[in-house]
């Protein structure tokens, strides 16, 4: 049994590193299918970096250096797959949602390029057929098409080598994590006294989706900023069906015979789509089950 690398990770777009690092470190070499196990898509498709996409033996940062930095600053934890699609790390994506979530599944064909081939002005999802001009393919020439599957994890193909992410949100989620994020400033005693003119003179307030406190406390003044509160919006099963959801899914990548080229898991901890909670306990049973059907070598590096 091979050995595979697994990172264990905070946020999402972390995950656009640590392929870099497998395919550096010698895990892969050629792009490969992503199955990408989540409660979310992350399918976001960015238009523009301020930094190339890919990299240049000429940059004077090195490449694991440039990547860490890359998915820092110019990614989000929706948007790091197609990136990774374009820069030859996958080939095809499969969305394995998981049954709660009541999706209905899809299957088609993307594209995605960059202007030039220069890796920072991108275009997704060009119109092409036979008839398309060739002039296009020049000012294309990095154009990618790829597949897009999303389905339940009892669906996904057998017999595979494949980058392996999962997010730990997908066993239990919180969608509504606006309404459990809030932010204070300190403001000035003259601020504190013309709160009211600041509501009145503010006439977009309304509309801005967000609420606004002010308080003193200990002779100091502040500005509690948080959004309007939405419906709640989760998914918070038992101790029990969490660890039964991951029993099964672990099972099924035993019985699909899938092999990983490298895992990443995510905590999704940060913007608590995974709630706290839960956080500790799925990562910790998780790691169990997937170290009982592939020899793991859990290596941790931060990415931030």
């Known amino acids: 049994m091979s050995v595979v690398p697994a990172y264990i990770f905070d946020e999402h777009n972390e995950a656009f590193y640590f392929w870099n690092k497998a395919r550096h470190d010698g895990y892969f070499s050629k792009p490969l299918d992503l199955f990408h196990i989540d409660a979310h898509a992350d399918m976001g ?150 709160k009211e003119v600041f509501a009145s003179e503010n006439k977009t307030l309304p509309f801005s989706g967000l609420e606004f406190d002010f308080q003193q406390k200990d002779g100091r003044y502040y500005a509690t900023i948080r959004h309007k509160k939405q419906k709640e919006m989760a998914y918070l099963p038992t101790r029990e069906r969490v660890q039964s959801d991951i029993t099964t899914l672990v099972e099924t990548l035993r019985k699909k015979r899938i092999k990983p080229a490298a895992i990443t898991i995510c905590r999704s901890s940060i913007s608590g789509y995974c709630p706290a909670d839960y956080n500790k306990f799925i990562e910790t049973y998780l790691r169990q089950k997937l170290e009982d059907i592939y020899d793991i070598k859990l290596l941790h590096e931060p990415c931030h």
Not at 94 to 113: A, D, G
């Open 45 to 194: 498709g960015p238009e523009r970096f301020d930094s190339a996409l890919f990299f240049s033996g000429t940059m004077q940062d090195g490449y694991l250096k440039y990547y860490k930095r890359f998915a820092k600053n110019e990614l989000n934890i929706g948007n790091f797959i197609v990136p990774a699609v374009l820069s030859g790390l996958i080939r095809n994506v499969y969305f394995i949602y998981p049954e709660w979530r009541k999706f209905s599944p899809k299957r088609t064909k993307y594209n995605v390029c960059s202007a030039f081939g220069e890796g920072k002005i991108l275009k997704h999802n060009l119109k092409i057929d036979v008839n398309t001009d060739r002039k296009v393919f020049l000012g294309y020439p990095d154009l990618t098409i790829y597949n897009f599957a999303m389905h339940e994890a009892d669906r996904m193909p057998m017999n595979r080598k494949v980058l392996l992410d999962i997010d730990l949100d997908y066993f239990a989620c919180r969608d509504t994590i606006l309404n459990h994020m809030r932010y204070e400033l300190e403001i000035t005693k003259k601020q504190f006294i013309r």
